[in-house]
T-cell receptor, first 110, second 112 residues
Framework: EDKVVQSPLSLVVHEGDTVTLNCSYE??????LLWYKQEKKAPTFLFML????IEKKSGRLSSILDKKELSSILNITATQTGDSAIYLCAVEHNNNDMRFGAGTRLTVKP | DAEITQSPRHKITETGRQVTLACHQTWNHNNMFWYRQDLGHGLRLIHY???????NKGEVSDGYSVSRSNTEDLPLTLESAASSQTSVYFC???????????FGDGTRLSIL
């Protein structure tokens, strides 16, 4: 059965800390892996990863895909309170079918 | 600016009623999706469409239906609402395959 597993489920850190969020997957016909940030409403797109070993970076956030290990990590350096959110990992497979993980709830304390 | 809008934002209804949630996008995207989000499950795909008159079942399609009569709209219908369908529903769209999906702000549906 196709599945996407994120860890940890929740995380509490202090401002300035660096965090690493994990996503592992088991799907047939993998196409891409996506990371989203969800605050109060709609998830907003962060990264799309299709190739193994190539880091994508946006400011303090970065992500990389490991197709051999069927996993991805999302790193956030120098965390800020505005980074507090649920981070969702999703895997696209089989003609655009998308499977989401349960999410990691990140809380950044001042 | 192009956008994706969902309505209503909140709805309360009774079991057995038919309910329709609206989703409208102005990006002219071919692909549209409906998800439900529940604690512990993340987002689960209900139905999706690749274009006008195309619809496909997702992971949790039982009890739901969609129709795509034009590019902009993909309404989601609960034929006979059940309490297990109480959830937050998100609509999303994407231009094509391998493009990120853009999400609406969600509809919180409570079935009593």
């Amino acid at each position: 059965e196709d599945k996407v597993v994120q860890s940890p489920l929740s995380l509490v850190v202090h401002e300035g800390d660096t965090v690493t969020l994990n996503c592992s997957y088991e799907v047939t016909n993998f196409r891409s892996l996506l990371w989203y940030k969800q605050e109060k409403k709609a998830p907003t797109f962060l990264f799309m990863l299709t190739s193994s070993g190539i880091e994508k970076k946006s400011g303090r956030l970065s992500s990389i895909l490991d197709k051999k290990e069927l996993s991805s990590i999302l790193n956030i350096t120098a965390t800020q309170t505005g980074d507090s959110a649920i981070y969702l990992c999703a895997v696209e497979h089989n003609n655009n079918d998308m499977r989401f993980g349960a999410g990691t709830r990140l809380t950044v304390k001042p | 600016d192009a956008e994706i809008t969902q309505s209503p934002r909140h709805k309360i209804t009774e079991t057995g009623r038919q309910v329709t949630l609206a989703c409208h996008q102005t990006w002219n995207h071919n692909n549209m999706f409906w998800y439900r989000q529940d604690l512990g499950h993340g987002l689960r795909l209900i139905h999706y469409s690749y274009g006008v008159h195309d619809t496909n079942k997702g992971e949790v399609s039982d009890g739901y239906s969609v129709s795509r009569s034009n590019t902009e709209d993909l309404p989601l219908t609960l034929e006979s609402a059940a309490s297990s369908q109480t959830s937050v529903y998100f609509c999303a769209s994407s231009e094509t395959f391998n493009q990120p999906q853009h999400f609406g702000d969600g509809t919180r549906l409570s079935i009593l």
